[in-house]
């Protein structure tokens, strides 16, 4: 059986826990946000919206044990017509995109290559949350499509859908 801890999310799309299992980070794709659920205390079952808008799309996340800071992916680069869409009611949304999945790949909105990710500090009692650094490769050069991190030690290990290679940021 699965309980439900939120609902009515645009395509939670990355999740991680901190290191004592008091919240959970969302990666909410769609929306361009971050949202922080309570596990333990006071807050707990709260949702907390902690990165109102990321430059693009996040897909995945994790949270480095250590540090406390949660590492975001973004596979690709804002795309004007996708950030439009889904600015529309769901119900005409929902509709729109199901028109846009059926064109002709060469009709629907074009991704260029894109690497990008965000570390961010959840936020504690004391110190709200905040960016800490937006890590980009604006044109994919050397990875894109990012969707996956983890982290491990002083690195972060990236994990693409267009790479054919595991790439290795190292936070020294």
């Known amino acids: 059986m699965v309980d439900v801890l939120a609902s009515n999310l645009n395509f939670p799309n990355g999740v991680a826990v901190d290191k004592d299992e008091s919240y959970v980070i969302v990666s909410e794709t769609f929306s361009s946000r971050v949202l922080k659920h309570h596990l333990k205390g006071d807050r707990a ?4 919206l902690i990165v109102p808008e990321l430059p693009s799309f996040p897909d995945g996340a994790d949270c480095d044990f250590s540090t406390g800071l949660c590492y975001i992916p973004m596979p690709t680069g ?3 017509a996708v950030k439009f869409l889904f600015s529309l009611p ?8 199901t ?8 009709l629907q909105p074009q991704v260029l290559p894109y690497g990008g990710m965000v570390e961010i500090y959840p936020g504690s009692g004391e110190v709200p949350p905040s960016v800490s650094r937006i890590f980009l490769d ?9 969707t996956g991190v983890t982290v491990h030690e002083n690195s972060i290990y990236l994990g693409s859908l267009e790479n054919k290679y ?3 940021y190292s936070l020294d």
Do not use: A
């Not at 079952?45 to 907390?48: A, D, N």
């Not at 769901?90 to 995109?97: D, M, P």
């Not at 604006?138 to 990012?146: A, M, R, S, V, W």
């Open 138 to 146: 604006p044109h994919g050069e050397t990875i894109n499509f990012l």
């Open 99 to 106: 028109l846009i999945m059926i064109l002709p790949r060469s």
């Open 166 to 168: 595991i790439g290795v």
């Open 78 to 80: 804002p795309i004007p």
């Open 45 to 48: 079952g709260q949702l907390e």
């Open 90 to 97: 769901q119900v005409i949304e929902k509709h729109l995109r």
